[in-house]
């Protein structure tokens, strides 16, 4: 675990840093402006090498900031995490300074986080998605996405032609398909929830 | 005048060494025992595929283990896992340069349905962009199912009118 003295002078040394509750690890909050310097001093200065994490979160449409960058750091001296949360501040064209350089592992992670919520990371050397396919127009993990997608041409235009085919929507009939934390596994793994509808009785409530 | 050393194949004492037979007979025999298998292993469905080629299971019994990964040597395509969106076209080119004549078998939930897959990523059965002949269900098949839906595909082949496909000029596999 990470000391208690470390943690106050951690704060001491980045005064614009702020602590956010958390129940499992050292959190603090980062303005994006900040994160480099603060990724590159945790880096050489504190032990922290390894970045075990970075992703995103999405708040939900209303909030007034949408988009927040989680980054996750493990420091094999304090052998301890630390969790970094950095908001983006423009909701509707999200953007992100890269981490790539401090850490080269964020490379790929923050192509994927691209991919799927959509934020740009400012100065990445490769900056393009790593799971869909590069025309795809939305970013689906963003809370207005439907889990069961949209309707998409594929992306070749010429197999499409062939076969007719093309990116739809997937079958929903009795879901959603969430595995329930309690009871015992035969009964907890996922599986349809709510078999009152199917694709022709649309759900009633 | 009849060879010793044909004594023990075919006695040819009415017809001469003449075999009469049909023609879709000939060819589907030979096309049923030679399947060449291009493994289109995409996720844990190519392990089992795995297991059935290697001793325990052994495909080699019903002929067909040939495993071809370049689809101009093979005539048999086993997708073998998850067909996301991305993937489709890929398989679909692979099945393109594979020669006539040409099977699929979609092997497992997956790649027959979509499987537990419902979501954005993963096309709902790769019977959208290919023509299957034979599918296997499980998640993963075990080995004997795959073994099982083999055999289905040859006793397919043997019921084919090959004559008639081979001089029809309508490719004999479409897309539906």
Redesign the interface.
């Known amino acids: 675990m990470i000391d208690e003295s470390f943690i106050t002078a951690l704060f001491e040394k980045h005064s614009y840093l702020s602590k956010l509750e958390s129940i499992d690890c050292l959190t603090v909050r980062c303005a994006s402006e900040n994160l480099i310097s603060l990724l590159s001093s945790l880096r050489d200065d504190d032990g922290f090498e390894l970045m075990v994490d970075l992703t995103a979160i999405d708040h939900g449409e209303s909030e007034s900031i949408r988009f927040s960058v989680v980054i996750h750091l493990y420091s094999l001296v304090h052998r301890g995490y630390l969790r970094i949360h950095a908001n983006c501040s423009n909701n509707d064209n999200p953007t992100m300074p890269t981490c790539s350089e401090v850490y080269p592992a964020a490379n790929w992670h923050e192509r994927e986080t691209f991919d799927m919520f959509g934020i740009k990371f400012i100065g990445h050397p490769n900056h393009k998605r790593i799971?869909?396919?590069d025309d795809y127009p939305?970013f689906?993990l963003r809370k207005e996405?439907?889990?069961?997608?949209?309707d998409t041409p594929?992306?070749?235009a010429d197999?499409s032609e062939?076969?007719?085919?093309s990116?739809?929507?997937?079958?929903?009939m009795g879901?959603p398909?969430v595995a329930s934390a309690s009871g015992p596994m035969s009964d907890s793994e996922?599986r349809a929830k709510d078999e009152s509808w199917t694709e022709q009785n649309e759900k009633t409530s | 005048m009849q060879s010793k050393s044909n004594e023990f194949a075919y006695n040819g004492k009415v017809e001469g060494d003449v075999i009469v037979t049909r023609s879709d007979a000939v060819i589907n025999w030979i096309r049923k025992h030679s399947v060449w298998p291009m493994p289109m292993g995409l996720a844990c469905c190519a392990i089992e595929l795995m297991a059935s080629a290697a001793s325990r299971y052994d495909i080699s019994r019903f002929g067909m283990e040939v495993m071809r990964f370049s689809p101009r040597q093979s005539d048999c395509m086993i997708v073998a896992g998850t067909v996301t969106y991305k993937m489709a076209e890929v398989v679909r080119r692979i099945y393109d340069q594979m020669g006539d004549p040409k099977w699929v078998v979609a092997m497992g939930a997956c790649a027959s349905t979509g499987g537990m897959y419902r979501s954005y990523a993963v096309m709902q059965g790769v019977d959208n962009i290919v023509p299957v002949d034979v599918y296997v269900s499980g998640c993963p098949p075990r080995p004997e199912a795959l073994l099982d839906a083999m055999m289905k595909l040859q006793d397919k082949i043997g019921n084919e009118s090959s004559v008639r496909n081979l001089r029809s000029t309508q490719p004999v596999a479409t897309s539906r």
């Open positions: 799971l869909m396919w939305y689906p996405f439907p889990l069961a997608g949209i594929l992306p070749a197999v062939v076969t007719d085919a990116v739809e929507p997937a079958p929903m879901g398909f996922p």
